[in-house]
């Protein structure tokens, strides 16, 4: 995912930061459901030239990893998948 930048230009390092964990703290509680997929957030500060800027950006905790995202560059190494049997219910005898 593409980075983020928050247009504020901060005048230290220190608030900077103090900044860039509140964004990965809310950003992280919005981007997570209980049953939807995972993300981590990833912040950064720059300096521009006297002021420090944040920078952040959604990470799937699936590609971070290396499983579950989808590129299946580990899929040789994964265990088989068993395929599940169905059983029919009996209709009860009325």
Known sequence: MEWVKIQTLYDSEKKALNIANIVATTEGRLAN????????????????????????R?????????CGGGCASCSDNLPKKNKGKVLPFRKPSV
């Open 58 to 66: 959604k990470v799937f905790v699936g590609n971070k990893t290396g």
């Open 33 to 56: 459901q209980q049953r939807g997929p995972q993300y981590e957030v990833e912040t950064r500060i720059e300096q521009v030239g006297e002021k420090w800027q944040v920078s952040w």
